[in-house]
């Protein structure tokens, strides 16, 4: 790629279900000469050929078996992904899908990279980066999140979930922030609620670290504003919160907010 980098792989565009129990294939109304599997979920991309409900029969002629496999050499088997995962970006597939009593060949569709909104490997699907907001570190939520013993239950629910939503269907967001670490520090006293996903900053959804970045240095501009502002005599005392009435206000999932003085937040970064 020039030393550009590299293309990955296209991603596989839909989720799937075997279609071997008996009961699923009377439902979906397969008849016993046509193997395939159930797609459960298709990307919007692929809206043009696919369709959810809709049995996948064959990709680029080869035909699927009920339990997703394909014929690769011989007797030998494999899941039918590998044809997918084989092509290069761009590459034309055909589709062949059982829709309302009768096989459709699809129309050749392009295959593209679709990147998880929780990225799986540092330093090769992203690149490591942090904001320090006060005494809170905050981090994007990636996939490797879910190995670390502190990850609780919940987080990797969350993980699991996100990761299942195609491009495009991801209420706006780019990645989502996790609060990772509540250092110890006068600003934090009582808030103790490290891993956490954070869902707003001053009422405002959160779409990604930058953006979080980039509302708190608005609130740091609005701090600098403030204290130019102050009367001469108070600015020699010592500043509380309420002398600004300007506050950091960070709404996490499925917890009670953490709240922090902004100019106080900005002093720590500092010390």
């Not at 790629?1 to 279609?19: A, I």
Request: proline fraction near 5%.
């Amino acid at each position: 790629d020039g030393g550009k980098g590299y293309t990955l792989s296209p991603s596989v565009p839909y989720r799937w279900h075997k279609m071997e129990n008996k009961s699923l294939r009377a439902a979906s109304k397969v008849p016993d000469n046509v193997s395939g599997v159930l797609l459960t979920s298709v990307a919007p991309s692929l809206n043009s050929a696919l369709r959810e409900k809709d049995v996948l029969t064959a990709i680029d002629g080869r035909r699927i078996s009920d339990d997703g496999q394909i014929s690769l050499r011989g007797n030998e088997l494999i899941q039918h992904r590998y044809l997918l995962r084989n092509k290069r970006i761009g590459e034309k597939t055909v589709f062949t899908v059982f829709r309302d009593g009768e096989q459709i060949e699809c129309a050749p569709v392009e295959l593209h990279d679709m990147t998880p909104i929780c990225p799986r490997w540092p330093d090769v699907d992203y690149m490591p980066e942090y904001v320090i907001l006060g005494a809170l570190a905050l981090v994007p939520l990636a996939q490797g999140h879910h190995w670390y013993k502190e990850c609780p239950s919940e987080l990797k629910a969350t993980i699991d979930r996100w990761n299942k939503r195609w491009p495009g269907n991801r209420d706006g967001r780019e990645q989502l922030v996790l609060l990772v670490t509540v250092f110890a520090h006068e600003l934090t006293f009582g808030y103790n609620r490290g891993w956490r996903v954070v869902e707003s900053f001053n009422g405002t959804p959160v779409t990604s670290l930058r953006h979080v970045r980039d509302l708190w240095h608005e609130t740091r501009d609005r701090v600098d504003v403030a204290l130019k502002a102050l009367p001469a005599a108070s600015t020699g005392k010592k500043l509380r919160g309420e002398d600004l009435d300007i506050f950091v206000r960070l709404g996490l999932q499925n917890d009670d907010d953490i709240v922090l003085d902004a100019w106080a937040a900005r002093e720590a970064e500092a010390s």
